[in-house]
């Protein structure tokens, strides 16, 4: 038998891990469990946000006109960030408008990008993402699983809680380091 072919199953598992898929595959309870335990919105808030999540991608992926495969939506308070990469301007406003529309959200933060995105362009910012997520969750005082890392075409956003200006001034500079000289966009605030 041919060695690629014994090779390729690990080769996904790896991807998988790398990419963050792994623990939605082999831990999403314990993980989902464990962020709940160190995130310090209220339980009401946490499943108020998820449910604003849950429906602006749903209403995405419902809509003609709007690519919702390459688009994130980080809800904190019922602020709703935009994440990610679309084909034009009118999709960036349909997106910023569907989620205007849902109850509960209080603002619309919308950090989309206008160009394509290629499979060299995805793998790149997967292996990125991978890369600053392994660093911070090696990182002492640093509630990792609280901070979403997303990676768009080169650009890096950072969306999350965070209990101090220490420990925020610590992710930045972490991601600054690991990224070199790509773009960061800073979505984290300060919590209890």
Do not use: W
């Amino acid at each position: 038998m041919n060695t690629r072919y014994l090779l390729f199953p690990f080769a996904v598992a790896t991807l998988l891990m790398l990419t963050g898929c792994g623990a939605a595959v082999v831990g999403g309870a314990a993980y989902g469990g464990y962020k709940g335990a160190t995130d310090k919105r209220s339980i009401g808030t946490m499943v108020d946000d998820s449910v604003i999540s849950t429906t602006v991608k749903s209403k995405m992926i419902a809509d003609e006109f709007i690519k919702a495969r390459h688009i994130d939506v980080d809800v904190l308070n019922g602020v709703v960030y935009l994440i990610g990469v679309v084909d034009s301007s009118f999709q960036r406003r349909m997106a910023a408008d569907i989620a205007r529309g849902v109850e509960g959200v209080r603002r619309v933060e919308n950090q989309l990008v206008i160009g394509e995105t290629s499979a060299g362009k995805l793998f790149d910012d997967t292996f990125l993402t991978s890369k600053i997520k392994t660093e911070l969750l090696k990182t002492p005082d640093i509630r990792s699983t609280n901070i979403d890392v997303d990676t768009n075409n080169n650009v890096v956003t950072l969306t999350g809680i965070v209990k101090s200006q220490m420990e925020k001034d610590k992710i930045l500079n972490i991601v600054r380091r690991v990224s070199g000289d790509r773009k960061i966009v800073d979505n984290l605030t300060l919590g209890n």
